[in-house]
């Protein structure tokens, strides 16, 4: 029998904010599964939740507070923090001090950084990484709804008869969202599904239809839409005149950007017939959800993007009914809560306005404050400016990573190391941002901490604690109190538990409200603790007449604009501020990848999870890697006015001609050369201060490697003098993707100073050929292999990795090895494509040309594969084509 401890739990990962079932079970394993009775997934997880038990180790982590790089006590840091920032703040003004906080913080840690410095420091100059991914929708709501109102639920999805997926691969990004989609699909034969996309990603596996349009030309499209549904009689004319305002104009604008279809389709580099299609359907469907995400947000015209999608939807009263309605998915699983509480450094909590004196008024007397902010901060891109320039002296980043996430990388990660005061709260010791720190401060990760998270359908629901404090770190709304106390603020920030603080963010959202506010969770202020401990998910508004919580809003048509209406924006469209050039003819787009998370703090813990993409990657179309002579599986150097990157070619005709994609995640930490965004340009939208992080002018050119090799080691190793190089974890080992523009005199010299020289060698060398492997055994079992070529002509990883599971070492095995190739009993189950179960594409490919595999069911019937998350759904099908 299993006396497992469960405790239901949400993940920590993107914004879709599925539940979790943490066990600590007898033997002392520690195990997850998808929660059945969460709302959100229903039991669903994606391959990084699947594996979130194999992330909660300690290795690595950040256990003890640091000053200046030495261990000390709490008191000691703590003190350090407080003196250094009044230091600053006495000298210079508040405004000389900064936070910079995070997604990935509980609503009740963000709530009390957020109180503290608009509150009590007086700085409008707290700002979030969010501020990186969905401020540009932020502001499109507030701008037509006069409020930051998501209006959807995820069950819109699963009854509308038309989905139109702008700028998302939700398949890798969203995944328990697209299965949802899938599903919903899969049961209703009327239910159709446009991608819109300059790249064919996973997502257009379930679409009828794919827009590749122009990188940058989103509101062109919907302008055109909107434009259409006028032409065509398809506007609602009682909603429009009873429940809106501005329709005229926005319907100038639009018309003046391209009134026919012919227009729309040459602005957007679009075939004529498929913006037909997509027009007639989205026209002839009542129930119609526009879900958005990254890639309409990221763009210095993201704000306005985000109002043509909305007006299309105001347009046709397509908002506050069942399975209608704009829905912007957030990125990181407290996106949403960091909004409540006022994380983004031009609002005030609870969903109120700095430049309202009304709103200061009132959050100035429920805080009992009188040094309340009344301008609004520094945004994130300017922030790091400010720290760049010197007006910015002291800055405090909390559970983020902004020397890899910031555009224009370097200078951020040159501002931080030249500025006076930088501490770092973090639960990761070695980050590229922690690396910078004058002090840093444990907090508690996943599984140690205990708070709230609201995700995308605004549900907000409980991160529980089943794991025991480790070491000396800490919930970051302790380590901010003490601090607040420390300058001063004693009486206002004497918390003792998270419910405390949940407990007043909630009656702060009901406080002199009355309607006129559309955050409000009143009903949860007065919940005991045994009710907090016990909480279920539950969509805001949550008032003492609403206990059960809100599935959408807006279904009486009134809206929190000062006339009760909605507000059409009229749009004219832009194009992204900086645009190819002869020197730089490639636009660079960013983003995610299927198994990974951010900057793989944590995902890059799991074996499983790095089995899938081991190398940052270029995808380029066919025709731009032979214009620009890259070849697959080579290294290339993307370059930018910005900076530069190294990463491996992979040539695709899913991206578009003159577009490249590379993914976010690889920091110096696991890489020489990769941080993405170094490359990126820190241009933001002028409204929402988000960055352009898809649309990047970059050149492309191969990387004159004179050697590429790998290292698969049993410990992991510190390598040095090496171009390029990318670490990985493995299940046994830990693999060092190679490559050098300097010559190797000595192939095994150069081993061994990489390796040490103990255990014994076995070696084979072909000067002339330029090849070398070795393998070093260690007690009868492979401790570490080598092999180096002058192209990348090298043997698969995957049959090598099985030798560290053999014990003893056989002599067949030795001989394999040194041969370079696998033996009969020793097969290569290729690349990595389901991380759930640990599938290869070979072991996958076999089951497929020896007939026992038809169909992707048969292929989960046989080796589970696609049956758990589902996320690698679609590559299994690529296989089958």
Known sequence: MNNAVSTATTCPYCGVGCGVIASTNEDGTFSVQGDKTHPANFGRLCSKGSALADTVDLDGRLLHPQVNGQQTSWDTALDAVATGFKKVIDEHGPDAVAFYVSGQLLTEDYYVANKLMKGFIGSGNIDTNSRLCMSSAVAGYKRAFGSDSVPCSYEDLETAELIVIVGSNTAWCHPVVFQRITKAKQENPNLKVIVIDPRKTATCEIADLHLPLKSGSDAALFNGLLSYLNETNKIDWKFV??????????????????????????SCELNHQDVEHFFTLFAKTSKVVTMYSQGVNQSSSGTDKSNSIINCHLATGRIGKPAMGPFSITGQPNAMGGREVGGLSNQLAAHMDIDNSMHRDLLSRFWQTDNLTTTAGAKAVDMFNDVASGKIKA?????????????????????????????????EEFTDTTACADIVLPALAWGEKCGTVTNSERRISRQRNVLPHPGEAEEDWWIISQVAKRLGYQQHFNYQSSVEIFREHAALSGFENKGVRDFDISGLASLTDQQYDELTPVQWPVTVGKPQGTARLFTDNKFFTTNGKAQFIAITPRAPVNAPSDDYPLVLNTGRVRDQWHTMTRTARSAKLSGHIAEPFVDIHTTDAEKWSVKAHDLAIIESRWGAVLARVQITDNQSVGN????????QQNSSHSRVDAVVNPVVDPISGQPESKHTPVKISPYQALWYGFILSRTPLKLSNNEYCVSVKGEQFWRYELAGESKIEDYSAWAKQQLGEEGEWLEFADLKAQRFRAGIIKHNQLDAVVFIAPNHDLPARTWLSNLFTESPLTDEARSNLLAGKPGADQPDVGPLVCACFGVGENTIKDAISCGAAKSVEDIGKQLKAGTNCGSCIPELKKLFE
């Open 395 to 427: 800055i405090w980043i909390m559970a983020t990573n902004p020397v890899v996430t910031m555009p224009d990388a370097d200078k951020v990660r040159a501002a931080l190391q030249a500025c006076e005061l930088v501490v770092v709260s973090d639960c």
């Open 660 to 667: 490249i994609f590379v993914p976010m995640h690889w920091t």
């Open 241 to 266: 005149d009873k429940y809106t305002d501005g329709f005229a104009d926005a319907l100038m604008s639009a018309e003046e950007s391209g009134i026919t279809i012919a227009q729309v389709a040459k």
